[in-house]
């Protein structure tokens, strides 16, 4: 089974950047469309991000402009730059991929 292992979270202040990183163990990663999620505790996941397969990227409204999808297929991994962040992004981030595997997860902390 394919497995997502993300990476690249952590506390960061405000205004700061961080790359997070989502690598799947298996070939078929490029053919799928790939999401990155956010959840904080007590509310629902939400949709951050979406990338197709040949790369057309989409964000929600709140990190448009200052979030980034990407993926590299050579290397089966996802990306997600994430530039002037701001308190209320703080949040587990998971990866998705299109065939329906979650990644575990990785906290993102920005706070000063």
């Known amino acids: 089974q394919v497995q997502l292992v993300e990476s690249g979270g952590g506390l960061v202040q405000p205004g700061g950047s961080l790359r997070l990183s989502c690598a799947a163990s298996g070939s078929i990663f490029s053919i799928y469309v790939m999401y990155w999620y956010r959840q904080v505790p007590g509310k629902q996941r939400e949709l951050v991000a979406t990338?197709?397969?040949?790369?057309?990227?989409d964000y929600a409204d709140s990190v448009k402009g200052r979030f980034t999808i990407s993926r590299d297929n050579a290397k089966n991994t996802l990306y997600l730059q994430m530039n002037s962040l701001k308190p209320e992004d703080t949040a587990v981030y998971y990866c998705?991929?299109?065939?329906?595997?979650w990644g575990q997860g990785t906290q993102v902390t920005v706070s000063s």
């Open positions: 990338i197709t397969s040949d790369g057309s990227p």
């Open positions: 998705k991929a299109g065939w329906g595997t």
